[in-house]
């Protein structure tokens, strides 16, 4: 069964480093998606993507964070200057389709950043 | 906010029991959707529930919804020590966007 995977699985940086996490989204999906949790916390939203633009941002994907589609398979996410607030499970999700029609997320198994 | 809330935050049963989580939300939603975590690992989508729908099976699985006190409840039947693991509930808000918006899960806990 096609899954999303992500890499690494567990990254540690220095504050201030800049980090960028990949994910696979499953190969017919055409929507993006960021999320984050913090350790015991809800996980929170990031970022939505389609046709190689930011659909959708929340409050917390701000200046320092950015998303790409390199080719035709990786989507990262690149986190400019590290701060530890930032450590967290991030997860890359993906989807067949958008809008009113209700539409599955399929998840990755997570990066999981250590800020130092 | 959007996001669910789910209760209890915890569950305790013993295998063959049946589970039952709510999760309650405060705007008119699109679809809610029911997850499973493991711990420390990713989430694993479970079963998808539209507006226009009242109750919807998978297996062991059962969600219902009522819009009209927007909330949502997941049933599993029969439970097994492989349930063990946290809940959570994640609305689509009608806006056209497809953001999930998450819960603060249930943890469920099997005792074989």
């Not at chain 1, 986190?79 to 930032?86: C, G, N």
């Not at chain 2, 789910?6 to 705007?27: H, R, V």
């Not at chain 2, 029911?34 to 989430?43: H, V």
């Not at chain 2, 009209?68 to 808000?93: G, N, Q, W």
Request: glycine residues 6%; hydrophobic residues 30%.
């Amino acid at each position: 069964e096609p899954e999303v995977t992500q890499t690494p699985s567990h990254q540690v940086t220095q504050m201030g480093q800049e980090v960028i996490l990949r994910c696979v989204p499953i190969s017919n999906h055409l929507y993006f998606y960021w999320y984050r949790q913090i350790l015991g916390q809800k996980v929170e939203f990031l970022v939505s993507f389609y046709n190689n633009e930011i659909s959708e941002k929340s409050e917390i994907f701000d200046d320092q964070f950015s998303v790409e589609r390199p080719d035709g398979s990786n989507f990262t996410l690149k986190i400019r200057s590290t701060k530890l607030e930032d450590s967290a499970m991030y997860f890359c999700a993906s989807s067949e389709e958008w809008g009113q029609g209700a539409h599955e997320q399929y998840f990755g198994p997570g990066t999981r950043l250590t800020v130092t | 906010s959007q996001q669910g809330e789910e209760d209890p935050q915890a569950l305790s049963i013993q295998e063959g029991e049946n589970a039952t989580m709510n999760c309650s939300y405060k705007t008119s939603i699109n679809n809610l959707q029911w997850y499973r975590q493991n711990s420390g690992r990713g989430l694993v989508h479970l079963i998808l529930i539209r507006s226009n729908e009242r109750e919807k099976h998978s297996g062991r699985l059962r969600v219902t919804l009522d819009t009209s006190k927007k909330s949502s409840s997941l049933l599993i039947t029969a439970s097994r020590a492989a349930d063990t693991a946290s809940y959570f509930c994640a609305t689509v808000y009608q806006t056209g966007a497809n953001n999930l918006f998450f819960g603060t899960g249930t943890r469920l806990t099997v005792i074989p």
